[in-house]
């Protein structure tokens, strides 16, 4: 009889933990299915490239046929998103050379006339050189002026506000928390010598995800690349490397090193800032005439196409 109740035990005890064990195995299964779709298995494609693959798929779609599905803006949006995280400072907003910003000993009224002219509601200060920004002039705080009528300030550096100053490498999901957190929507970029490489607004950071916002005061935006007669191109310095390859030869985008622009690629291959009239060789067999530039910068390139190969008789 003492075995009866103790078979009976160890029977209920084992069914139970089959049970038990089936079960963990089955939620096991479900969790590993989970991780697997949601973190991907080691060694798998990331789930950043499995959305992406699905935005892929479904390129060149019209209007959702769905109600709450993706509309073609919002799949750009989602893919201007996955990459955001490995954008940097260095890679968003304006370039050094493209810089508006005044010196601290610029008078109150050649301020306006600059904030008027340049459309912008921040204007960097420095003092003597762009190396040394002192900090910026909130538009606000010239038309709380204007509009209460009160004495203009003799100088400007009482109007200064202190911009955010980050490293080139600052990631741009770090500087989008920053400019939240400290509610200042300016951001000094500073290469690695602590020199002026560019600056950071929260609309470039926004700009990035949602593309570019114009608003009614925005100029037209300049054609960068134009055909000419013979095969040439006229050329602002200021467009990317990846559109000249894109439209005019694969081979000119083609280079090594952290090159973005055409401007950039003849100064790297004349060695310094080229002058007007300057005439670069591109191993491609492209020759890149320069037609405006100053002292700092390049502003307009002439790309001249290779000439034909003669055929050995």
């Not at 970029?189 to 608003?215: A, H, K, P, R």
């Not at 054609?223 to 030869?249: F, N, S, T």
């Amino acid at each position: 009889m003492a075995d009866g109740p103790s078979n009976g035990i160890s029977h209920s005890t084992t069914s139970t933990g089959a049970q038990a064990g089936d079960s963990a195995q089955h939620e096991g299964g479900i969790w590993k299915h989970l991780k697997t779709l949601i973190f991907g298995d080691a060694g798998d494609e990331s789930l950043r490239t499995q959305l992406e693959d699905v935005i892929d798929a479904h390129e060149g779609d019209p209007a959702p046929d769905a109600t709450g599905d993706l509309s073609p803006l919002e799949r750009q949006m989602v893919r201007n998103l996955l990459h955001f995280g490995e954008r940097d400072a260095g890679d968003i907003g304006v370039p050094r050379a493209d810089i508006v910003a005044v010196e601290e000993r610029t008078s109150f009224a050649d301020l306006v006339k600059l904030f008027a002219e340049a459309g912008h509601s921040r204007i960097p200060v420095y003092k003597e050189k762009l190396d040394t920004i002192t900090g910026m002039v909130h538009i606000k705080d010239v038309f709380n002026i204007l509009a209460t009528g009160a004495p203009h300030p003799d100088t400007i550096v009482g109007l200064l506000r202190e911009p955010l100053y980050v490293p080139m490498s600052r990631g741009a999901l770090d500087l989008l928390a920053d400019m939240r957190t400290k509610r200042v929507h300016l951001a000094i970029v500073l290469d690695e010598y602590f020199g002026t490489e560019g600056l950071v607004t929260i609309e470039d950071l926004i700009e990035e995800i949602v593309g570019d916002i114009e608003d009614e005061h925005d100029e037209a935006p300049a054609v960068l690349l134009v055909p000419i007669d013979g095969g040439g191109w006229e050329a602002d310095a200021r467009a990317e490397l990846e559109d000249v390859g894109d439209l005019i030869d694969p081979r000119l985008a083609e280079v090594d090193g952290d090159i973005d622009t055409i401007g950039g690629l003849a100064a790297v291959l004349a060695g310094h800032v080229p002058e007007v009239g300057t005439c670069i060789a591109h191993p491609s067999g492209w020759t890149i005439e320069v037609t405006e530039a100053d002292t700092r910068r390049v502003g307009r390139l002439r790309l001249h196409p290779p000439r034909p190969q003669l055929e050995d008789a």
